[in-house]
């Protein structure tokens, strides 16, 4: 479960990042962001892997750029679901859905495979 709040708040902060750079993006409330946050994850987690099997010749012909317009689709039917979010259109959705992949992925490197939060400490020997 804390993995998946964990999981659930670096989306959320990709897409405040997100609406912070692309000027026609944006969210109503806090309470959207985060409830954007939770249908992109489930989105991602349904919809996407259908998407990237029925695109799979489209996606291998690109050499995976086509992946970047399958994540600019995700972001744009969570933006059709939900009121309170907007989009301004196809490029908008594009660059809002690399800046979220960036910042999760950047977050994610300090999250463990269990989605808890992991801390490395070094010893210097001692002389």
Known sequence: ?????????ITA?????AAA??????????WVLLLAALLLG?????????????????TILSLGIFLLVI???????????????WLGGFFSAVFASIIVSI??????????????IEVIYTRRPDR
Request: aromatic share 12%.
């Open 42 to 58: 489930a989105v991602n987690a349904i919809v996407r892997p259908v998407l990237i099997f029925l695109t799979l010749p489209i």
């Open 103 to 116: 910042v999760s992925w950047f977050a994610s490197t300090f999250i463990g495979p269990r989605g808890r």
């Open 13 to 17: 902060l990709g897409l405040w990042v």
């Open 71 to 85: 994540n600019a689709a995700m972001l744009g039917l969570v933006a059709a679901m939900l009121g309170g979010f």
């Open 21 to 30: 750079l692309v000027p026609s993006m944006g969210f109503s409330s806090g």
């Open 1 to 9: 479960m804390q993995g998946f709040v964990i999981r659930t708040l």
